[in-house]
């Protein structure tokens, strides 16, 4: 019977039907207490309709077991991890609305729902974490780099400029700006490195725009040229920080 009912749930979340969810709800007023877990990789209801983005199953889910929100996955990610990395926006709103910290939690890769959604260039979804837990986004990655970091590997333009944007220049921390990985990298050192020219350009064009109102952004445009002027000198040797 337990089984039967699992399997019936695990479908529910698939697909998103409300009216099954209810249905098994009924029938047994505790089912969420009684299985958590709906796979072989530890997976909550609440885990399989974040990642496909069913809201209202969501939303009911949460009504009636909010302690769903804390639950991790066999590698450690939380459904919140995984409506980040997806982009539904307004599954991660109700997410943090009823446990804010899981914007800190690491899966077990040293990743963080900020970081999952930095890497997919999910920019919505990474300034609502930011706005509710800011001080996730300086959490640090395997390797030693930030969040800025990510952005840079995976080409994340638009996620770079609304953190510079919003930490940055508006929090005033340069210290964020030019971190480094466990290598001595700033992500200027990085995009040089990896010969991401177009990066580095499309970067002044963001700090030109952020320079009318902010002193932070003469800095961070001088930084930046002066990165970019010895491009030449350090692709001899590309794998030294500058």
Not at 97 to 114: A, E, K, L, T, Y
Not at 183 to 191: D, E, K, Q
């Amino acid at each position: 019977m337990a089984e039967s009912r699992r399997e019936k749930l695990n479908e529910a979340a698939i697909e998103g039907n409300v009216a099954i969810l209810l249905e098994l709800l009924q029938q047994d007023p505790l089912l969420l207490n009684r299985l958590n877990y709906l796979n072989d990789f530890n997976e909550t209801p609440l885990h399989v309709a974040s990642l496909l983005g069913h809201l209202t199953f969501v939303h009911e889910l949460l009504k009636r077991s909010p302690r769903l929100a804390k639950e991790l996955d066999s590698r450690g990610c939380s459904a919140l991890h995984f409506a980040a990395a997806e982009g539904f926006l307004d599954i991660v709103k109700i997410l943090v609305r009823v446990d804010p910290d899981m914007c800190s939690i690491c899966n077990q890769d040293g990743m963080n729902p900020i970081h999952h959604a930095a890497m997919r260039g999910r920019v919505d979804v990474l300034a609502e974490l930011v706005r509710v837990r800011p001080l996730a986004a300086r959490t640090a990655v395997d390797g030693g780099g930030t969040v800025l970091h990510l952005c840079v590997k995976y080409n994340q333009l638009e996620a770079i400029k609304m953190l510079i944007e919003t930490i940055g220049v508006k929090g005033r921390d340069d210290g964020f700006i030019n971190s480094q990985d466990d290598y001595g990298f700033t992500i200027l050192h990085l995009a040089v490195s990896n010969k991401q020219l177009q990066s580095v350009i499309s970067w002044i064009s963001v700090l030109v725009a952020i320079v009318v109102t902010s002193s932070m952004g003469v800095f961070l445009i001088g930084k930046l040229l002066y990165v970019h002027s010895r491009q030449n000198k350090s692709t001899e040797h590309p794998d030294l920080p500058l």
